[in-house]
């Protein structure tokens, strides 16, 4: 089935599940001792400046040409992708659109921005368009391009949110995501609402605070050991881009919606979930099929927002019991925002890396054939046979279990280092993170149980 996320069930376990989630939390109460005893002094800020490339490398990597290439083949790509859902097959197996969407683009790109940094500021082809654009108004009428307005600053990211969410209804709560016609009209209203704001606001401003996808790929990009500073790109150990608090406002409002739209899948295919969802549709389903399934991405669009806000609360009643605990004097809510980041990032790779591994093999059979016309563009390649069972069930689990631990600890480390930057008393910073410790636990084994249940 297209789309069929392809984690698998968790069968005969060495040990109990249950022993898993302890295993889990008894590794971040540890993790939690060895920071307070070893990390007394804040870290990453001070390596987050980074060591330049060699020059050769920076004329490569920052020459025009590359990045024309580049921006070409990306506008190309939007192109191609948004032509294939509209007049290709409106199969998804037989379209390329989907999977190039859901699983090359909004997949594929997470290992890319983690290993390479922001590649996405230069792939992004709404950015493309938008520099050619204003390249040739500057041509035509002899004087820069300026914006239309100005965004005011207490707007921040939340535009990012709200755009990154309605992504997100459209994939976990709509009932037919991947109907190639459906991603038509979506890419054409996404693509509207960013031109716009490009218009409006400026290039720069959107892209920051507006643009749903910089903004996502934009925070993975911290954990990535390249970045770019003063106009140089350098090599940083990794981990240190997520160093201090953000600057700008609703960042905090992305991560929950990274973090809270990944919860969300994997509750919405838990047994209760899907048993409540039966419940809702049955009275319709027959008589009245249209309004079942109105019925059906209604109750997904509340659990959806219920599991965004649980995310949110439960970071503001962290940081609350922080600020309580330690006497501070201001809100602490930005200070660790970015512990979160790590989170976000594990909780998509345990709940779709074996989606990309899966899925993410057809993209060749597609690409030779994108339409669904009968073209074999590929040749040899277009007749590769994917393996649909490159991991087994088992593998996938401790995969996820590896991984979400690993994230949560990282989450932890990068919060201390917060803690003891903020606080000169060194007990003062401890207590501040206790309440983390919690949240980070109640985060992990949620996380857990989800995947058990999925």
Known sequence: ???????????????????????????????????????RQPLLDRHSGGRPLPDGLQRILHARALRYVLQTVSAALLVLVFLTALLGKTNPNENLAPTFIYVVFWLGLVPVQVALGDVWRVLNPWRAFADATVWVLERVRGAPAEPLGVLPERVGRWPAAVLLFCFAALELCYVDPASPRVLALAIALYSYVTFFGMAAFGRATWLDRGEAFTAYFGLLARVAPFAERDGAIVIRWPFTGLAGAPRVPGT????????????????????????????????????????????VEGVNLLGLIGCVLFVGLAYLGATAAARSTVNAQQSL???????????????????????????????LPLASDPFGKG??????????????????????????????????????????????????????????????LALMVLYTVGGLWLLSQG
């Open 333 to 363: 809510v930005r200070q660790f925002v970015f512990s979160l980041v790590p989170i976000a990032l594990v909780y998509a790779v345990a709940h779709y890396f074996s989606l990309l591994l899966i899925q993410g093999q057809f993209v």
């Open 1 to 39: 089935m297209i789309l069929a996320h392809g984690i698998g069930g968790v069968r005969d376990l060495p040990v109990p599940t249950w022993l898993f989630f302890w295993g889990a939390a008894i590794a971040l109460v540890a993790s939690f001792v060895l920071l307070g005893a070893l990390w």
């Open 375 to 436: 073209w074999d563009l590929l040749g040899s390649l277009g007749d590769y046979q994917p393996n649909l069972a490159p991991i087994s069930p088992n593998g996938i689990w401790y995969v996820q279990v590896g991984a979400l631990v690993a994230g949560h600890v990282a989450g932890l480390a990068i919060a201390h280092d917060r803690a003891v930057a903020l606080f000169r008393s060194r007990d003062a910073a401890l207590r501040s993170q206790y309440a983390m």
């Open 252 to 295: 905090g409002a992305v991560v929950a919606v990274m973090l809270g739209s990944v919860g969300f899948d994997g509750f919405s295919r838990t047994t209760m979930w899907q048993n409540l969802i039966a419940d809702v549709e049955s009275p319709f389903v027959l008589d009245r099929p249209g309004l079942a399934d109105l019925t």
